[in-house]
Nanobody
Framework: QVQLVESGGGLVQAGGSLRLSCAASGRTFSTYAMAWFRQAPGKEREFVAAISRSGGSMMYEDSVKGRFTISRDNAKNTVYLQMNSLKPEDTAAYYC????????????????WGQGTQVTVSS
């Protein structure tokens, strides 16, 4: 059983930064692509960013390009999301998730999820 535990959320003013972390259990972390999704109240869960198994390839949702950076440390079984220039519309619960292949953007294509960490950006 894989467990994903997010941390690093909080309240920040517009223009500020946060770094989210997602720690994974198990010995197979490096064999899976990972991603971050977010879900605002009353909205569907949406793709934010993904990273390949090796960390050599990344992809981003258009609204976060140039502001967010996804990375991973396979030695630490951890994936990160550095969020800069935050906007009020970035407010949401952020979830990390595991996929068997890179490039997936639909929640149904991910098999394990963390419990989420709340990010609130004030204007």
């Amino acid at each position: 059983q894989v467990q994903l535990v997010e941390s690093g959320g909080g309240l920040v003013q517009a223009g500020g930064s946060l770094r989210l972390s997602c720690a994974a259990s198990g010995r197979t972390f490096s064999t899976y692509a990972m991603a971050w999704f977010r879900q605002a109240p009353g909205k569907e869960r949406e793709f934010v960013a993904a990273i390949s198994r090796s960390g050599g390839s990344m992809m981003y949702e258009d609204s976060v390009k140039g502001r967010f950076t996804i990375s991973r440390d396979n030695a630490k079984n951890t994936v990160y999301l550095q969020m800069n220039s935050l906007k009020p519309e970035d407010t949401a619960a952020y979830y990390c998730a595991r996929a068997t292949s890179f490039g997936r953007t639909y929640p149904r294509e991910y098999d394990y999820w963390g419990q989420g960490t709340q990010v609130t950006v004030s204007s």
